[in-house]
């Protein structure tokens, strides 16, 4: 049985993801239940999303076609040194360019050498630590999980 909204034209959509990075995919691997798909964000930077195989299939990804990494602030680790290893797959770097101060968090801006801009919200403390300030080179680490994958209707 279908749902009556599945016959109404779909209404374009605004997000409350800050994030929203676009790309063209490279390669789309599926697996059992998820697909790794591999986004060329320009700069010759690449994000990696997981995601299930149904959206592979409902948002028709394949190789080229236009796509938009969608990444919630809050999902965004900061760090200012290299690591030889780290779980998340998405290792963004860049230079602070806005640092806005909250009562509880602050907010990182941070344009990517790739060109496009990632924002994370951060405690005081680990901006202070880490000396985030305008200028500063850092990395936005992204875990695969976390990004949300939308394609232009």
Known sequence: MSSASSTLPRPP??????NQIHGHVVTVERGAVNAEVL????G????????????IDALTL????????????????FTTERMPFVSARNALWGVV??????????EISMRL???????????HTS???????PGRRACALIK???VLLAVPA
């Open 13 to 18: 959509l605004k997000v409350s993801a800050g």
């Open 127 to 133: 901006v202070h630590e880490l000396g985030l300030a």
């Open 62 to 77: 394949r190789p080229g076609r236009e796509v938009y990494a969608l990444v919630q602030a809050s999902s965004v680790i």
């Open 97 to 106: 360019d806005a640092l806005r101060t909250g009562a509880v968090n602050d």
């Open 144 to 146: 695969a999980s976390s």
């Open 44 to 55: 010759g930077a690449s994000m990696v999303a997981i995601v299930t195989d149904e959206s």
């Open 39 to 42: 986004i060329d964000i320009g």
């Open 113 to 123: 050498d790739a060109g496009q801009r990632v924002t994370a919200t951060l405690t």
